[in-house]
């Protein structure tokens, strides 16, 4: 077989020349493609960092509101950020009694016990800054590399990768995003002795039963009741989970621990004395022992649903 003619060769240069430059131009689309996408999840991002921004927020200022120190660096030791800020969106009458609360389990700690909890803006710290490269990675704030990191070939990283000009304006819509300071509010002096007694209060087994009757609520559920949700379903999923938890020797006390704090908003709620609205109220029509809920075997919660 002949060698093939300049004409021919000239032809398949050509036809080489032509789909490396389409390659080329896939690659720059590709890249511009990727760029819109970047643009996009950096405005996720930066929406739901605000949210989160928000919720530290939040409960930093209740860790300043309870004075600060080792009460409040127990309380974001032992709790969901979600929970502490929750705390300060409550009615002052139960936010005290919740706080309350976790103030006399605080102080059923030993010195050493306490003292073992890190500082509480520190430690919000490290959950803010874990929560915001969760969110990045969640919602694809980065730059992928359709060839992979280790790639050297010259040639498949021109024909594959997007050009430099748009490679340097998706660094800098990743390299644009800066997370908010957190900044706590200064603790507030005396705050940690001014924490009322709970007027209402709330044991383990409380806990306990509002969980088995809530458990037993889910299987109540009437047959013709539309479908659960989604959010239904995990809720249900997850009291029947922190049951099993709470009723299982097994489960180490701090875990007990941790699952009293996520309810005992809720079963205090349940659990406060109704205050009448009466102007005028007969001595007679409040026996004083319809207060005394903890010893009552029929809690004011026994039949009701979350």
Do not use: C, H, W
Not at 135 to 146: Q, R, V
Not at 177 to 187: G, H, I, Q, R
Not at 219 to 245: C, F, G, M, S, V
Request: glycine share 6%; charged share 30%; hydrophobic share 35%.
């Amino acid at each position: 077989m002949g060698l093939l003619s300049s004409k021919s060769l000239r032809q398949v240069a050509i036809g080489a020349g032509s789909r490396l430059l389409s390659r080329m131009d896939e690659a720059r689309q590709s890249g511009e493609q990727g760029l819109e996408e970047l643009k996009i999840a950096r405005k996720e991002v930066d929406e739901e960092v605000a949210n989160i921004k928000k919720t530290y927020d939040s409960a930093l200022t209740v860790g300043s509101s309870v004075g600060g120190g080792t009460f409040a660096n127990f309380l974001f030791g032992t709790n969901d950020i979600e929970y502490i800020s929750a705390l300060g969106q409550m009615a002052p009458d139960n936010r005290n009694d919740a706080i309350s609360e976790l103030k006399k389990n605080f102080e059923l700690l030993p010195e050493e016990e306490k003292t073992k909890f890190e500082d509480y803006t520190k430690v919000s710290q490290q959950k803010f800054s874990s929560d915001i490269n969760a969110s990045k990675i969640k919602n694809g704030l980065e730059i992928k590399n359709n060839m992979g990191k280790n790639t050297t070939n010259f040639l498949s990283k021109l024909m594959f990768e997007p050009p430099k000009d748009v490679k340097e304006r998706q660094e800098a819509v990743v390299s644009g995003f800066t997370p908010p300071e957190m900044e706590a509010p200064t603790p507030v002096v005396g705050a940690y002795e001014a924490i009322k007694p709970a007027s209402v209060d709330i044991d383990p087994a409380d806990i306990l039963g509002y969980l088995k009757n809530s458990k037993e609520a889910f299987t109540l559920r009437p047959i013709d009741a539309p479908e659960k949700t989604k959010q239904e379903l995990a809720l249900e999923q997850e009291i029947n989970d922190d049951y099993a938890k709470l009723i299982n020797p097994a489960t180490s006390p701090t875990d007990k621990f941790t699952i009293y704090n996520k309810y005992m908003p809720r079963v205090l709620e349940l659990k406060q004395p109704i205050t009448p609205t009466n102007a005028v109220v007969q001595s007679d029509v409040i026996d004083s022992s319809d207060l005394n809920l903890i010893d009552d075997e029929n809690p004011p919660y026994t039949n009701q649903s979350i």
